[in-house]
């Protein structure tokens, strides 16, 4: 006994199958992307080299890392002290340029992997 439409429904699932993983890992590279557009906004410019530093990473399966290899990014991101002859004067507020770049793109992301993923289903 034939059950209609099972063919057509186990093609859908071996195109789902092989799909799902490509088209994940292209929806997080491109939201990694974001992160980093948005961080840039948000980064201070002296010379350009903390702005220019920013960088993705694919982090294995499902995983992107968005990084910044500048010695004071750090320091630029999360506060530090401010010091003039060897004396404490205060504290430079952090200015969270990576937190604000990632609170942006999390907004819309899941809404977004839905549309993918629905737009996977639906072939």
């Keep these: 006994m034939k059950i ?3 063919d057509d429904w186990l093609k859908k699932i071996e195109t ?22 948005e961080t840039k906004r ?10 220019n530093a920013w960088q993705r990473e694919n982090g294995g ?4 890392v968005v990084y910044n290899n500048t ?3 750090n320091h630029i991101e999360y506060g530090h002290r401010v010091v003039r002859g ?3 004067v ?12 990632i609170l942006k793109v999390r907004l819309n992301f899941y809404r977004d992997l839905d549309k ?3 737009n996977l289903i639906e072939k």
């Excluded at 789902?16 to 990694?32: H, I, N, R, Y």
């Design 61 to 64: 399966s499902f995983r992107q």
């Design 4 to 6: 209609e439409g099972m």
């Design 86 to 88: 060897k004396k404490t």
């Design 16 to 37: 789902l199958k092989k799909e799902f993983p490509k088209q994940t890992g292209k929806f997080l590279m491109m939201k990694a992307e974001e992160v980093i557009a």
């Design 71 to 73: 010695s004071y990014a």
């Design 116 to 118: 993918v993923y629905r």
């Design 90 to 101: 205060g504290f430079a507020k952090g200015r969270r340029m990576l937190h604000k770049g």
């Design 42 to 51: 948000n980064t201070p410019v002296d010379t350009g080299t903390l702005r």
